[in-house]
Nanobody, 122 residues
């Protein structure tokens, strides 16, 4: 099995910063894309940022310039540095990974973390 464990959420004032971490463990041969999604109450889950194994990144327009995604392939960990936080960033943030579990199979599957709450007060 594969586990994704997030940490780093919490309560912060508008304009503040938080850093989320997500560590992957288990039966992992390689991980392609890793990313962060978020879901606010009453809204659909949306992509925040993604990063490929090679380091290419993609951001939602709403966070571009404020958030930075990075990963440590040796530690199988992805990070999300969130600066200049706004109340509208309040949501549960989920880690996602596209995992290839076996060297003999090119099949990969999506895995999700349990989510971590980020609350930004005005």
């Amino acid at each position: 099995q594969v586990q994704l464990v997030e940490s780093g959420g919490g309560l912060v004032q508008a304009g503040g910063s938080l850093r989320l971490s997500c560590a992957a463990s288990g039966s992992i041969y390689s991980i392609n894309t890793m990313g962060w999604y978020r879901q606010a109450p009453g809204k659909q889950r949306e992509l925040v940022a993604q990063i490929t194994r090679g380091g290419s990144t993609n951001y939602a327009d709403s966070v571009s310039g404020r958030f930075t995604i990075s990963r440590d392939n040796a530690k199988i960990t992805v990070y999300l540095q969130m600066n200049s936080l706004k109340p509208e960033d309040t949501a549960v943030y989920y880690c996602n990974a596209d995992v290839r579990r076996y060297s003999f199979s090119s099949i990969s599957d999506d895995y999700w973390g349990q989510g971590t709450q980020v609350t930004v007060s005005s």
